[in-house]
């Protein structure tokens, strides 16, 4: 079986790790590992500060967290996303409002957002699907016409790019997975990047359970959404080469496009003017002249033993969020086509041109 993602580590990231448990580094607040990777994340996406935390997921919900906005508040999002974007706006008590997606870049359609605005809106949650940067020179006019903040969701977007400039450092929060199958990993753990001072005090005091001085006295309700030594060691060690790791990336999904070019029926993603996509993973979507369905593509490969995984669903269509929309409203067309018909195939980072190949010759003799 080819799987859709394996992560690769290696004999570095292993001793980084035993390293950090042999200098005791095995909870969130002692040892260097976590100040080193918060400094070096920083670095490497272009802001001030980064907070390391738990998981991509804990990360949003944080970002939404310190912002205390009113109950009820709205925050528009991106309807193409996994389920966490939604969840740090609902358990936050506020109200998702999720935005259709352009049928080009499958991120969210800038040109919607206007539409979902009025007095309750208070924020963006922007998603760089896939690792294909998102229009933020569009999306920041519309925050600063309306007075609204901007969180970057780019969970799948390490290393993303627009005119040269890092996703994650456009808002006034960027919000990263280190997930087992993201670009860089150390099994579970996120990060938050800002340039804003104020915001980055707030986010290393709500993260740690709201201590200040006198200990065990507090002011805050906050979290305890630490990172651990031992995890910021690991995925610290896969920084040093991430540029190597995107380098692969490209190169998977090129090779990809290059053996596919002649399949009418798949439609890759595609990446704005200025944009460099890191693609997290290689997404294809199927045209509706397509002879069989995306569900009997995916079998069929499964068979043979190539292993997909599909989009996701439409937040407008999620069961535990159809609460908060009325009947006939926030509908989206374009993210529900992308659920139906989108998949991901194989992107590990030591997939093979050999590997590609076969993958597409067998989608091919399926699908002509």
């Given at each position: 079986?080819?799987?859709?993602f394996q992560?690769?580590?290696?004999?570095s990231?292993?001793?980084?790790?035993?390293?950090?448990?042999?200098?005791?580094?095995?909870?969130?607040s002692?040892?260097?590992?976590?100040n080193?990777?918060?400094?070096?994340?920083?670095?490497?996406?272009?802001?001030?500060?980064?907070?390391?935390?738990?998981?991509?997921?804990?990360a949003?919900?944080?970002?939404?967290?310190?912002?205390?906005?009113?109950k009820?508040?709205?925050?528009i999002?991106?309807?193409?996303?996994?389920?966490?974007?939604?969840l740090?706006?609902?358990h936050?008590?506020?109200?998702?409002?999720?935005?259709d997606?352009?049928?080009?870049?499958?991120?969210?359609?800038?040109d919607?957002?206007?539409?979902?605005?009025?007095?309750?809106?208070?924020a963006?949650?922007?998603?760089?699907?896939?690792?294909?940067?998102v229009d933020?020179?569009?999306?920041m006019?519309?925050?600063?016409?309306?007075?609204?903040?901007?969180?970057?969701?780019?969970?799948?977007?390490?290393?993303?790019?627009?005119?040269?400039?890092?996703?994650?450092?456009?808002?006034?929060?960027?919000c990263?997975?280190?997930?087992?199958?993201?670009?860089?990993?150390c099994?579970?753990?996120g990060?938050?990047?800002?340039?804003n001072?104020?915001?980055?005090?707030?986010?290393?005091?709500?993260?740690?359970?709201g201590?200040?001085?006198?200990?065990?006295k507090?002011?805050?309700?906050?979290?305890n959404?630490?990172?651990t030594?031992?995890?910021?060691a690991?995925?610290?060690?896969?920084?040093?080469?991430?540029?190597?790791?995107?380098?692969?990336?490209?190169h998977?999904q090129?090779?990809?496009?290059?053996?596919?070019s002649?399949?009418?029926?798949?439609?890759?993603?595609?990446?704005?003017?200025?944009?460099?996509?890191?693609?997290?993973?290689?997404g294809?979507?199927?045209?509706?002249?397509?002879k069989?369905?995306?569900?009997?593509?995916?079998e069929?490969?499964?068979?043979?033993g190539?292993e997909?995984?599909?989009?996701?669903?439409?937040?407008?269509?999620?069961?535990c969020?159809?609460?908060?929309?009325?009947?006939n409203?926030?509908?989206?067309?374009?993210?529900?086509?992308l659920w139906?018909?989108?998949?991901?195939?194989?992107?590990?980072?030591?997939?093979?041109?050999?590997?590609?190949?076969?993958?597409?010759?067998l989608i091919?003799k399926?699908?002509?």
């Amino acid at each position: 079986m080819i799987p859709v993602f394996q992560p690769t580590i290696s004999s570095s990231d292993i001793s980084s790790v035993i390293k950090a448990i042999k200098n005791g580094e095995i909870s969130g607040s002692f040892g260097d590992n976590i100040n080193i990777f918060e400094k070096n994340f920083a670095k490497f996406i272009g802001t001030k500060y980064a907070i390391a935390v738990t998981s991509g997921t804990t990360a949003l919900h944080l970002s939404v967290a310190v912002c205390n906005f009113p109950k009820n508040s709205e925050i528009i999002i991106s309807s193409t996303t996994n389920i966490a974007t939604a969840l740090a706006v609902v358990h936050n008590n506020c109200i998702p409002v999720p935005v259709d997606s352009n049928p080009l870049t499958w991120n969210i359609d800038a040109d919607l957002i206007e539409k979902k605005i009025n007095k309750k809106t208070k924020a963006i949650i922007v998603v760089h699907f896939l690792g294909n940067p998102v229009d933020m020179k569009k999306i920041m006019l519309i925050a600063k016409k309306y007075n609204l903040k901007v969180i970057e969701d780019a969970a799948e977007s390490h290393g993303s790019s627009l005119h040269k400039k890092r996703v994650g450092s456009f808002g006034i929060m960027g919000c990263f997975s280190m997930y087992a199958n993201k670009i860089i990993t150390c099994g579970e753990g996120g990060i938050i990047t800002t340039n804003n001072n104020q915001i980055y005090k707030k986010l290393k005091l709500y993260r740690n359970l709201g201590f200040t001085i006198p200990r065990f006295k507090h002011f805050v309700a906050g979290y305890n959404f630490r990172m651990t030594g031992y995890q910021a060691a690991f995925v610290n060690n896969q920084l040093k080469r991430i540029k190597n790791i995107i380098k692969k990336k490209i190169h998977i999904q090129k090779t990809y496009e290059y053996y596919l070019s002649d399949v009418k029926a798949i439609n890759f993603q595609k990446t704005i003017s200025g944009g460099m996509n890191v693609y997290w993973m290689v997404g294809i979507l199927l045209s509706l002249k397509s002879k069989i369905s995306r569900n009997t593509l995916s079998e069929k490969l499964n068979n043979v033993g190539i292993e997909t995984r599909n989009f996701f669903m439409s937040m407008r269509q999620q069961p535990c969020l159809k609460k908060y929309f009325k009947k006939n409203v926030h509908l989206t067309p374009v993210s529900n086509l992308l659920w139906d018909n989108g998949m991901y195939l194989p992107s590990s980072h030591n997939l093979s041109d050999l590997e590609i190949k076969k993958i597409c010759s067998l989608i091919k003799k399926i699908l002509l």
